[in-house]
């Protein structure tokens, strides 16, 4: 608790500024989804032939898995703030729609005729009867919409529209307890917040006779202060957004992205602070945006103008090169890669870094002492015994784990347990699971004491780090051609695992181990404070 305590004292204002950033998308999304589903709602209780339709194509949206749709929207909407509100606002449609249509289908036919009898147009008995006689039941609809936004919109995190999801997957990736409590808990307040808000708001516009409580309970001038104080919040909060928006645009901005892994996002603040501190150019940083296809896309789209990549990714994932049928030899490929991605995609790629982030599979000490294992080979006559929880991405890559098996012949598992990020280290270390795979400089290698296996046939790629930047980026700015060069000779295996392992271990935030790292390299003056 001492731990967690210390935690939110010592990153409060990130804690604070990611809330907002989450209390304005939520409140965005909502909005927008009243907006289109109340008249809806309306307009299928009208005409009753479009009601199935509808109603069912809100109920299949439901259904879709909630990162699908996102991955989908990606390469239409790009990154951001954009496509994180357009998929909330798809799953709010639903409680909204049905609870409109439904309220208003259910009031006395005799009600309406009476209405009619009286000489009232079909706009004013809408106005007039239906919408204040449906109200209790469309904002209940709404309150389910809102208190489940909540929870949605921590996936924003993954297309870099920012929110408490940020801590949260960035915690999970990392195995920080602290970083997730402080995104979860601050949620859940946040979700019963947005219900009492919403009860304020039923109270205001439920007409009397028709609420619940019969209106015993008056609003008090804090419950309408508190209201104020939101909605201005989110007005200047958007308001800030656009302003910081368009500035980026008209100065001299460029914008960094990363993977969402310690790493990537290692990497993302030094190649930030190495522009910042060798151009006159500023630096907007989108971190954690997901996996290679969510940032290339990102880049190709232009939402990012620079990220760094792995040579081994570019050859397999991006370009589609078999490396088995290929039988390519590894000095070949970041050549192949330079070459290939700026001819077909205009996009430059940057010197190799040192390190080789390659695949490895890893195995407790206890299970390699027993047994003696060295390498992937001494696996072999044991696998038929082994659990083992891959990524998902290693478990479909043809340079992966079906390659893997067909070059080492009798590596057959007894199960394959595909599981994400940091997860599968846990599920190691809780033996849930006996083989992993690693790559070759993360930091929880060292946390959890395991071992590396020796690749003894070579059969993964390298995997060396190099910055990608679309061409015209870098016609526009010259001076990034050699950003990475002081890095060339200094970030080795056991440098590039050590940053990651302050980050996995020590539990250290990646900007400020970025920020020592080039201090103590004498790469950036002391003065400067480490980022955004």
Known sequence: MTDFINYI????????????????????????????????????????????????IAN?????????????????????????????????????????????????????EAAEGIGLTKLQILFKIQIPMALPIIMAGIRISAVTAVGLMTIAAFVGAGGLGFLVFS???????????????????????????????????????????????????FQKFILIFTLLLIFFGLTKNYIKNFKAKSNKTITIGSKDYTEQIVLANILAELIENNTDLKVNRKLALGGTKVIFGALEKGDIDIYMEY????????????????????????????????????????????????????????????YNITKISDLIPISS???ISPTFEFTNKHDGLP????????????????????????????????VIDAFATDGM????????????????????AVPLMKKHTLVKYPELKNITMPLETILTDDVMRDLNNKVDTLKQEPKDVAHQFLIEHNLIQNNQNGGN
């Open 60 to 112: 299949t949206i439901q259904a879709i898995p909630s990162m699908a749709l996102l991955g989908f929207l990606i390469p239409f909407l790009g990154i951001g703030v954009v496509p994180s509100v357009f998929m909330v606002v798809l799953y709010s449609l639903l409680p909204i729609i049905k609870n409109t249509f439904t309220s208003i289908e259910g009031i006395s036919p005799q009600m309406i």
């Open 311 to 370: 040579t081994g990714t570019i050859f397999a994932d991006m370009l589609k090169y078999n490396p088995i049928k290929e039988n390519v030899n590894t000095q070949d490929v970041y050549k192949i890669s330079k070459q290939d991605l700026e001819k077909k995609y205009n996009i430059i790629v940057g010197n190799e870094l040192p390190f080789n982030n390659t695949y490895r599979l890893a195995i407790k000490k206890e299970l390699a002492n027993k």
């Open 385 to 387: 015994d082994l659990t």
């Open 403 to 434: 390659g893997l098996k067909n070059k080492y012949n009798g590596l057959n598992f007894k199960d394959v347990v595909s599981i994400d990020g940091a997860l599968r280290y846990q599920a190691l270390a809780n033996n849930e699971s006996d």
């Open 9 to 56: 004292l010592q990153e409060h204002n990130q804690i604070l500024t990611l809330l907002l950033q989450h209390i304005q998308l939520t409140f965005l999304s909502v909005g927008t989804a009243i907006l289109i589903g109340v008249p809806i709602g309306i307009l299928i209780s009208h005409f009753k032939k479009a009601d199935k339709t509808v109603l069912g």
């Open 171 to 221: 915690g999970i990736r990392t195995a920080n307890t602290n970083q997730i409590l402080a995104g979860a808990i601050p949620a859940c307040f946040l979700a019963l917040f947005i219900d009492w808000t919403a009860a304020i708001i039923e109270k205001l516009l439920v007409p009397k006779g028709l609420s619940k409580s019969n209106n015993k309970t008056k609003i008090t001038l």
């Open 445 to 464: 290698l060292s946390t959890y004491d395991l071992v590396l296996l020796e690749d003894d046939k070579n059969f993964f790629l390298p995997y060396h």
